[in-house]
């Protein structure tokens, strides 16, 4: 673990140029950065929001508006650090490998299962489970050809994660083998508002996490979690009824939400992920 240092980075939104304070931060960094923003153009504008009220380590966000990048490096000089001008998401999202990628490059061998304690994850809930280890589980539904295991070391809190394709195994990440074991289900997890640049992700598929950052840096808050996510919908009689989310036929609770996420890089996210976004109009109040 390390303080990165501090740095102005350009968000991906369109309008007037937007700028977000990252890294390490002192009491008086506002004031100075509002000092800076003085005087270079009274015009220019800053501001600093709480994050989530159940987020309390995470910073505020910091966000700075001017009419011109120029300004945005003007400000960065006075302060003497680093203004990043291609938004950090897009460099992000691009340096991230795709599912595709990942897999390509694990080692697959021929081990026998470990004897440790073990989850299987279950894609339909997005969750680990306790399951037989015979081939067929309670119900005498047969195991997927695609399976994550969870095992827990013993004598330790730690676990590890191993991706099952018949007899064959290879140690993976878990939030790249939850999104392999999804695909190889054909299922869409991914929820996207295009009318609000929101973009949902169930909990129990967490995004890996350079994908996750990327997302975040969009827009510089912290995704907030929600239990449901209401539909928004007009009825006849011009009222707005909500209704829970079907996620395909996945029954899960919980939701990341992630804020001011352009088109292009939601379509980017989920093409990484080999998903296909599921494009709802969501009742969501930040």
């Not at 299987?120 to 695609?146: A, W, Y």
């Not at 950052?213 to 979690?225: D, E, H, V």
Request: aromatic share 8%; net charge neutral.
């Amino acid at each position: 673990m390390y303080i990165a240092p501090p740095v102005l980075i350009r968000l991906p939104s369109g309008g007037f140029p937007q700028a977000i304070l990252a890294g390490v931060r002192t009491p008086n960094t506002i004031d100075k950065l509002r000092n800076a923003c003085q005087s270079v153009g009274q015009h220019i504008n800053i501001d600093v929001t709480e994050q989530s009220s159940e987020l309390i380590l995470v910073p505020k966000r910091i966000v700075v508006q001017t009419e011109d990048v120029s300004e945005l490096q003007e400000i960065a000089a006075q302060l003497a650090i680093d203004f990043i001008e291609i938004p950090s998401s897009w460099s992000l999202l691009h340096f991230s490998a795709s599912l595709e990628d990942y897999l390509i490059n694990c080692q697959w061998s021929n081990e026998p299962e470990l004897n440790w304690k073990s989850k299987t994850f279950d894609e339909n809930i997005l969750r680990f489970i306790f399951s037989p280890s015979s081939i067929e589980d309670n119900s005498g539904k047969r195991k997927p050809d695609l399976r994550l295991s969870q095992y827990k070391r013993p004598h330790q809190n730690t676990k590890i994660y191993y991706l099952w394709q018949e007899e064959r195994c290879t140690q993976v990440e878990r939030d790249w083998g939850r999104y392999a074991v999804i695909k190889a289900a054909k299922i869409q997890v991914l929820i996207y508002d295009k009318h609000r640049f929101i973009m949902a992700v169930p909990v129990g598929a967490k995004l890996p996490q350079l994908l996750e950052r990327a997302l975040t840096l969009c827009s510089g808050y912290a995704p907030m979690f929600i239990e449901e996510l209401p539909l928004q919908q007009r009825a006849i009689n011009s009222s707005i009824s909500k209704e829970k989310v079907v996620v395909t036929n996945l029954n899960v609770t919980g939701f990341n939400l992630f804020r001011d996420v352009p088109p292009q890089i939601a379509e980017m996210t989920a093409v990484k992920l080999e998903q296909t976004m599921l494009i709802k109009s969501l009742d969501i109040k930040f």
